[in-house]
Protein backbone atom coordinates (compact mmCIF):
# COMPACT_ATOMS: atom_id res chain seq x y z
CA UNK A 1 0.00 0.00 0.00
CA UNK A 2 1.23 3.53 -1.00
CA UNK A 3 1.70 5.98 2.40
CA UNK A 4 2.99 9.05 2.15
CA UNK A 5 2.73 11.06 5.80
CA UNK A 6 3.69 14.35 6.24
CA UNK A 7 5.15 16.16 9.24
CA UNK A 8 6.29 19.17 10.78
CA UNK A 9 3.46 22.02 10.38
CA UNK A 10 2.40 24.30 13.07
CA UNK A 11 2.32 27.90 14.01
CA UNK A 12 4.96 30.35 13.40
CA UNK A 13 5.33 34.02 13.54
CA UNK A 14 6.16 36.17 10.33
CA UNK A 15 10.06 35.83 9.46
CA UNK A 16 10.36 32.19 11.47
CA UNK A 17 10.74 28.62 9.87
CA UNK A 18 9.73 24.94 9.49
CA UNK A 19 11.37 22.05 8.10
CA UNK A 20 8.15 20.00 6.79
CA UNK A 21 8.81 16.18 5.89
CA UNK A 22 7.56 13.14 3.84
CA UNK A 23 8.03 9.80 4.91
CA UNK A 24 6.91 7.50 2.00
CA UNK A 25 6.19 3.93 1.68
CA UNK A 26 4.99 1.43 -0.56
CA UNK A 27 6.88 2.50 -3.84
CA UNK A 28 10.77 3.07 -4.47
CA UNK A 29 10.83 6.54 -3.76
CA UNK A 30 14.31 6.69 -5.18
CA UNK A 31 12.55 6.49 -8.55
CA UNK A 32 9.99 8.63 -8.79
CA UNK A 33 10.29 12.57 -8.94
CA UNK A 34 8.32 13.91 -5.94
CA UNK A 35 6.21 17.80 -5.49
CA UNK A 36 5.09 19.38 -2.37
CA UNK A 37 1.46 21.19 -3.23
CA UNK A 38 -0.36 23.55 -0.94
CA UNK A 39 -4.31 24.21 -0.48
CA UNK A 40 -5.85 27.77 1.17
CA UNK A 41 -8.88 28.44 0.99
CA UNK A 42 -8.48 31.93 -1.22
CA UNK A 43 -5.89 30.83 -3.47
CA UNK A 44 -6.91 27.42 -3.72
CA UNK A 45 -4.15 24.59 -5.05
CA UNK A 46 -1.22 25.12 -5.31
CA UNK A 47 2.68 23.81 -6.91
CA UNK A 48 5.21 24.61 -4.83
CA UNK A 49 8.38 22.80 -5.81
CA UNK A 50 9.54 19.41 -6.88
CA UNK A 51 12.66 17.38 -6.89
CA UNK A 52 13.71 14.66 -9.44
CA UNK A 53 15.34 11.45 -8.36
CA UNK A 54 18.64 12.73 -7.34
CA UNK A 55 18.05 15.85 -6.54
CA UNK A 56 20.14 17.51 -9.08
CA UNK A 57 16.80 19.60 -10.53
CA UNK A 58 14.70 21.32 -8.24
CA UNK A 59 12.06 23.77 -9.49
CA UNK A 60 9.90 26.36 -7.61
CA UNK A 61 6.88 28.60 -7.46
CA UNK A 62 8.12 32.36 -7.97
CA UNK A 63 7.05 33.33 -4.28
CA UNK A 64 8.93 30.70 -2.57
CA UNK A 65 11.93 30.89 -4.75
CA UNK A 66 15.08 32.22 -1.97
CA UNK A 67 12.67 31.13 0.81
CA UNK A 68 12.18 27.74 0.48
CA UNK A 69 14.39 24.58 -0.46
CA UNK A 70 13.21 21.34 -1.00
CA UNK A 71 15.39 18.11 -0.47
CA UNK A 72 15.08 14.47 -0.09
CA UNK A 73 17.28 11.59 1.45
CA UNK A 74 16.63 8.36 -0.64
CA UNK A 75 18.12 6.33 1.75
CA UNK A 76 15.43 7.14 4.60
CA UNK A 77 12.95 7.51 1.58
CA UNK A 78 11.71 10.89 2.82
CA UNK A 79 11.19 14.45 1.57
CA UNK A 80 11.49 17.92 3.07
CA UNK A 81 10.75 21.47 2.46
CA UNK A 82 12.86 23.35 4.59
CA UNK A 83 10.49 26.98 5.09
CA UNK A 84 12.72 29.92 5.84
CA UNK A 85 11.31 34.02 6.38
CA UNK A 86 7.73 32.60 6.19
CA UNK A 87 5.38 34.98 5.33
CA UNK A 88 1.25 35.21 5.89
CA UNK A 89 0.47 34.25 2.43
CA UNK A 90 2.35 31.04 3.16
CA UNK A 91 -0.53 29.58 5.43
CA UNK A 92 -1.88 26.94 3.89
CA UNK A 93 -2.18 22.53 4.52
CA UNK A 94 1.06 21.36 2.44
CA UNK A 95 0.49 17.94 0.93
CA UNK A 96 3.44 15.85 -0.53
CA UNK A 97 2.59 14.16 -3.87
CA UNK A 98 4.09 11.69 -6.26
CA UNK A 99 4.92 13.09 -9.34
CA UNK A 100 4.87 10.33 -12.10
CA UNK A 101 5.96 12.99 -14.68
CA UNK A 102 4.29 16.31 -16.00
CA UNK A 103 2.57 16.82 -12.55
CA UNK A 104 0.38 13.92 -12.75
CA UNK A 105 0.07 13.78 -9.05
CA UNK A 106 -0.62 10.09 -8.25
CA UNK A 107 -0.22 9.57 -5.11
CA UNK A 108 -0.72 12.07 -2.11
CA UNK A 109 -0.17 12.42 1.73
CA UNK A 110 -2.61 13.44 4.22
CA UNK A 111 -1.39 17.32 4.63
CA UNK A 112 0.13 19.13 7.45
CA UNK A 113 -1.06 22.56 8.11
CA UNK A 114 1.44 25.39 8.22
CA UNK A 115 0.16 28.68 9.79
CA UNK A 116 1.59 31.71 10.14
CA UNK A 117 1.14 34.19 12.16
CA UNK A 118 1.89 36.37 15.18
CA UNK B 1 0.76 31.04 -15.97
CA UNK B 2 -1.62 28.84 -17.93
CA UNK B 3 -4.90 29.71 -16.17
CA UNK B 4 -7.53 26.96 -15.19
CA UNK B 5 -11.35 27.90 -15.45
CA UNK B 6 -13.93 25.47 -14.16
CA UNK B 7 -17.17 25.71 -14.36
CA UNK B 8 -19.87 25.51 -12.83
CA UNK B 9 -18.50 26.45 -9.74
CA UNK B 10 -22.01 24.60 -7.72
CA UNK B 11 -22.91 21.91 -8.99
CA UNK B 12 -26.23 20.27 -7.32
CA UNK B 13 -27.37 17.11 -8.59
CA UNK B 14 -30.09 14.29 -8.32
CA UNK B 15 -28.66 11.00 -7.16
CA UNK B 16 -28.51 9.06 -10.27
CA UNK B 17 -28.63 11.78 -12.75
CA UNK B 18 -25.42 12.67 -15.12
CA UNK B 19 -22.75 15.42 -13.88
CA UNK B 20 -20.66 17.45 -16.17
CA UNK B 21 -17.90 20.08 -15.26
CA UNK B 22 -16.23 21.53 -17.56
CA UNK B 23 -12.35 22.90 -17.69
CA UNK B 24 -10.59 25.45 -19.81
CA UNK B 25 -7.26 26.65 -19.96
CA UNK B 26 -5.81 29.94 -21.45
CA UNK B 27 -3.58 28.64 -23.63
CA UNK B 28 -3.61 25.15 -25.91
CA UNK B 29 -2.24 21.80 -23.30
CA UNK B 30 -1.12 19.98 -26.41
CA UNK B 31 2.87 19.26 -25.15
CA UNK B 32 5.20 19.24 -27.95
CA UNK B 33 5.26 15.18 -27.82
CA UNK B 34 2.23 15.57 -29.11
CA UNK B 35 0.35 14.42 -25.08
CA UNK B 36 -2.27 16.53 -23.26
CA UNK B 37 -1.03 16.68 -19.61
CA UNK B 38 -4.99 17.09 -18.40
CA UNK B 39 -5.86 15.67 -15.00
CA UNK B 40 -8.84 15.47 -12.93
CA UNK B 41 -8.84 15.81 -9.23
CA UNK B 42 -11.93 14.59 -6.80
CA UNK B 43 -11.52 16.15 -2.71
CA UNK B 44 -13.83 14.63 -0.41
CA UNK B 45 -14.07 16.88 3.00
CA UNK B 46 -11.13 16.42 5.42
CA UNK B 47 -9.08 14.31 2.85
CA UNK B 48 -6.57 15.14 0.34
CA UNK B 49 -6.98 15.06 -3.19
CA UNK B 50 -7.45 11.80 -5.22
CA UNK B 51 -6.73 11.41 -8.99
CA UNK B 52 -9.47 10.21 -11.07
CA UNK B 53 -8.38 10.75 -14.49
CA UNK B 54 -4.94 11.42 -16.51
CA UNK B 55 -3.69 12.49 -19.55
CA UNK B 56 -7.66 13.64 -20.22
CA UNK B 57 -9.28 10.34 -20.40
CA UNK B 58 -7.60 7.97 -18.59
CA UNK B 59 -9.23 6.49 -16.23
CA UNK B 60 -6.85 5.98 -12.44
CA UNK B 61 -7.20 2.14 -11.01
CA UNK B 62 -10.53 2.09 -8.87
CA UNK B 63 -11.99 4.81 -10.31
CA UNK B 64 -15.70 3.74 -11.25
CA UNK B 65 -16.33 3.62 -14.84
CA UNK B 66 -19.31 5.95 -14.68
CA UNK B 67 -16.50 8.78 -14.63
CA UNK B 68 -14.93 9.66 -17.57
CA UNK B 69 -12.87 12.79 -19.33
CA UNK B 70 -12.58 14.21 -22.56
CA UNK B 71 -12.06 17.11 -24.56
CA UNK B 72 -8.56 18.42 -26.56
CA UNK B 73 -6.06 21.73 -26.94
CA UNK B 74 -8.47 23.74 -24.17
CA UNK B 75 -11.54 22.67 -23.74
CA UNK B 76 -11.97 19.81 -21.34
CA UNK B 77 -15.35 17.67 -19.89
CA UNK B 78 -15.43 15.45 -16.78
CA UNK B 79 -18.71 13.54 -16.86
CA UNK B 80 -20.37 11.76 -14.63
CA UNK B 81 -22.88 8.86 -16.06
CA UNK B 82 -24.90 8.67 -12.33
CA UNK B 83 -24.45 10.49 -9.70
CA UNK B 84 -23.80 8.39 -6.40
CA UNK B 85 -23.78 9.77 -2.70
CA UNK B 86 -20.03 9.10 -2.53
CA UNK B 87 -19.12 11.17 -5.43
CA UNK B 88 -19.91 14.51 -3.54
CA UNK B 89 -16.40 16.37 -3.01
CA UNK B 90 -14.57 19.03 -4.79
CA UNK B 91 -13.35 18.71 -8.06
CA UNK B 92 -10.39 20.36 -9.98
CA UNK B 93 -8.91 19.97 -13.19
CA UNK B 94 -4.91 20.42 -13.35
CA UNK B 95 -2.20 20.64 -16.56
CA UNK B 96 0.84 19.42 -16.53
CA UNK B 97 2.06 20.52 -19.78
CA UNK B 98 3.37 23.55 -18.85
CA UNK B 99 3.96 24.88 -15.00
CA UNK B 100 1.37 22.92 -13.45
CA UNK B 101 -1.55 25.01 -12.48
CA UNK B 102 -5.02 23.98 -11.45
CA UNK B 103 -8.61 24.86 -11.63
CA UNK B 104 -10.57 26.85 -8.63
CA UNK B 105 -12.90 23.51 -8.31
CA UNK B 106 -16.29 22.65 -8.70
CA UNK B 107 -18.24 21.77 -5.72
CA UNK B 108 -20.66 19.00 -6.13
CA UNK B 109 -23.27 18.02 -3.86
CA UNK B 110 -26.32 16.43 -3.60
CA UNK B 111 -29.50 17.82 -4.19
Known amino acids: EVQLVESGGGLVQPGGSLRLSCAVSGFTFSNNWMSWVRQTPGKGLEFVANMNQDGSVRNYVDSVKGRFTISRDNAKNSLFLQMNSLRAEDTAVYFC???????????WGQGTMVTVSS | DVVMTQSPLSLPVTLGQPASISCRSSQSLVHNNGNTYLNWFRQRPGQSPRRLIHMVSNRDSGVPDRFSGSGSGTDFTLNISRVEAEDVGLYYC????????FGQGTKLEIK
Open chain 1, 97 to 107: ARDPGFSAFDF
Open chain 2, 94 to 101: MQGTHWPT
